[in-house]
């Protein structure tokens, strides 16, 4: 069993920054062989991609709506991924979840996911 648990989330202003962490533990192959990453649900809204990355770190993919402003990353040693949150907005303001793909690689499909996070909550107001 893997657990992933998310932090960092918390109410801003706009144009504010967040560090989000999400830290795997259990059992299981090593942390670099799986893809990561953080997805996010607003209130009455499905849950949305984010942003996600390979196992190696070496290859990431963005929604549109945060591309240049987040940032993913991940320290193997450390079994940890981040999202780094600049410029935010008021839109922004989700529950944050992160969570594995099923392999190696990365994936913007909740399908190509087998565990995920109970969420940390993001509050951006104007």
């Known amino acids: 069993q893997v657990q992933l648990v998310e932090s960092g989330g918390g109410s801003v202003q706009a144009g504010d920054s967040l560090r989000l962490s999400c830290v795997a533990s259990?059992?299981?192959?090593?942390?670099?062989?799986?893809?990561m990453g953080w997805f996010r649900q607003a209130p009455g809204k499905e849950r949305e991609f984010v942003a996600t990355?390979?196992?190696?770190?070496?290859?990431?993919l963005y929604a549109d709506s945060v591309k240049g402003r987040f940032t993913i990353s991940r320290d193997n040693t450390k079994t940890t991924m981040y999202l780094q949150l600049n410029k935010l907005k008021p839109e922004d303001t989700a529950v944050y979840f992160c969570?594995?793909?099923?392999?190696?690689?990365?994936?913007?499909?909740?399908?190509?996911?087998?565990?995920w996070g109970q969420g940390t909550q993001v509050t951006v107001s104007s």
């Open positions: 969570g594995r793909t099923k392999g190696f690689t990365f994936s913007s499909q909740e399908i190509a996911y087998d565990f």
């Open positions: 990355i390979n196992g190696n770190g070496g290859s990431t």
């Open positions: 259990g059992r299981g192959f090593p942390f670099s062989y799986y893809g």
